[in-house]
C-alpha cells in the first residue's frame, strides 16, 4: 500500500499526473496515463511531463528511486508504436497498456478515482 499518492500536475500546475510513494521501499512512482491514440509528439510530451515531475520532487524525496512509467489505456491504438517505446526506453520510462497489463488498469483506475474525487470537490459550493 503507497504512503503518498498526488498530482504533480495539480501541485504544481503542470507535470505528470500521478506520483505514488512508498516510504518503506524509498520510492517515487511517476505515471502519466495517455487515454487518446498515442502520437510521436503525446509520447515526448509524457517523457517532458514526467522529467519535470522527477527534478521537481528529487529534492523532497532525496535518497528515493524514482521509477517513470507511461499508461496507455489502449481504447484507440498507439500509430506510432514502433517508434514510441524506444524512445520512452532511451528516457527510462516504463510503457504499460491496459490490453495486457494488469497494473497498468490499476494504474489507470487510481488516476481516475483521483479525477472524480478532484471534480467533486471541485463542484462543492465554496470550493
Known amino acids: 500500500m503507497p504512503d503518498e499518492v498526488f498530482s504533480p500536475?495539480?501541485?504544481?500546475?503542470?507535470?505528470?499526473?500521478?506520483?505514488?510513494?512508498s516510504?518503506?521501499?524509498?520510492?517515487?512512482?511517476?505515471?502519466?496515463?495517455?487515454?487518446s491514440s498515442l502520437s510521436w509528439s503525446d509520447t515526448q510530451?509524457?517523457?517532458?511531463?514526467?522529467?519535470?515531475?522527477?527534478?521537481?520532487?528529487?529534492?523532497?524525496?532525496s535518497g528515493y528511486r524514482f521509477e517513470?512509467?507511461?499508461?496507455h489505456d489502449k481504447r484507440k491504438g498507439c500509430s506510432t508504436y514502433a517508434m514510441a517505446v524506444p524512445l520512452l526506453e532511451s528516457a527510462g520510462v516504463r510503457y504499460l497498456n491496459t490490453a495486457h497489463s494488469k497494473k497498468a488498469k490499476r494504474l489507470r483506475n487510481l488516476y481516475l478515482r483521483m479525477r472524480r474525487r478532484r471534480e467533486k470537490?471541485?463542484?462543492?459550493?465554496?470550493a
Open 9 to 21: 500536475e495539480l501541485e504544481f500546475g503542470s507535470g505528470c499526473d500521478l506520483a505514488i510513494v
Open 23 to 35: 516510504h518503506q521501499q524509498r520510492t517515487v512512482l511517476l505515471v502519466e496515463v495517455k487515454r
Open 45 to 61: 510530451k509524457a517523457i517532458r511531463q514526467l522529467g519535470e515531475s522527477e527534478d521537481r520532487l528529487r529534492t523532497r524525496y
Open 68 to 71: 517513470k512509467s507511461l499508461v
Open 121 to 126: 470537490e471541485g463542484s462543492k459550493p465554496g
